[in-house]
């Protein structure tokens, strides 16, 4: 069973983890509004062929938050941060929707950490005006109180269509985790999202193995996005899980445990 993180050899780190397995270390950043728990369901496959920490980003789940203006820079630092207690060795890094933008800047900023780097329903580019001008409405829905309204609009594109039908359950469990997180990390998140500078050169750049992981039914992350994602990448490669929205490890555990599973191991 995985175990609580207690921080070791980094007493600088205020971020929440923990860990399962043995191996090549492989660290696991979730996407927003939620924590570390969506991946708690692919926790036990990925620690048969590795190290794998899940980590609470700075203002979900366990982790305190960064003072408000924060850049997802600055929370790749202190992903970075939290790793270097943790492990000499180059990892592989997953980082689901959002988690994959942290990822990303945390390959620019340290790119000899990193022996392989999956997007799980993520992408390298910055936000489309379109993407902003989304932003910008849930901020100001945050800010004039309407935080559940901002809420339910947010979770219900999450899940694919076959998920909304056969596992209803899953919209309960993702709205409990976005329910602990307040409205001011809310609204930091949503600015850093909103500010973050385009990463395409970044994955362009990296010199190890690339994945681009997403759900058939992502209402998010098109098929053309993805394949276009992969195809730029010097290693990349494309894999869809079946019957999944924007939430794989939720959706299809078992097929998603399977595929970075073997990310991990092809990685080395």
């Known amino acids: ?74 929370v790749a630092a202190e992903v970075a941060d939290l790793v270097a207690g943790l492990a000499a060795e180059p990892m592989v890094l997953v980082g689901h929707s959002m988690g994959g933008y942290v990822a990303l800047a945390l390959a620019r900023q340290h790119p000899e950490r990193l022996k392989g780097l999956v997007l799980l329903a993520s992408h390298p580019r910055a936000d489309a005006p379109e993407a902003r001008q989304r932003r910008e409405e849930g901020i100001a829905l945050l800010r004039q109180g309407r935080r559940k309204e901002f809420l339910e609009a947010f979770l219900a594109r999450l899940l694919g269509p076959w998920s909304r039908q056969h596992a209803p359950r899953l919209l309960a469990e993702v709205r409990a985790m976005a329910e602990l997180v307040s409205s001011q990390v809310l609204v930091d998140y949503l600015a850093a999202m909103r500010d973050r500078p385009d990463h395409q050169d970044t994955w362009q750049a990296l010199g190890v193995p690339s994945w681009v992981v997403v759900g058939e039914e992502d209402p998010l992350i098109g098929r053309e996005l993805a394949e276009a994602t992969a195809a730029a990448a010097r290693q990349g490669r494309l894999v869809t899980i079946p019957q999944a929205g924007h939430l794989p490890t939720l959706e299809r555990p078992i097929v998603t445990a399977e595929t970075l599973a073997r990310c991990v191991l092809e990685a080395g």
């Open 1 to 74: 069973m995985p175990e609580e993180g207690q921080r070791r050899r980094q007493p600088t780190s205020s971020l929440a983890w923990e860990e399962a397995g043995q191996g090549t270390l492989v660290v696991l950043l979730h996407g927003f509004p939620l924590c570390r728990e969506i991946f708690l369901p692919v926790m036990p496959a990925l620690a048969e062929v590795g190290r794998v920490v899940a980590v609470d980003l700075p203002g979900f789940g366990h982790s305190p938050p960064l003072p408000s203006g924060f850049s997802l820079e600055q």
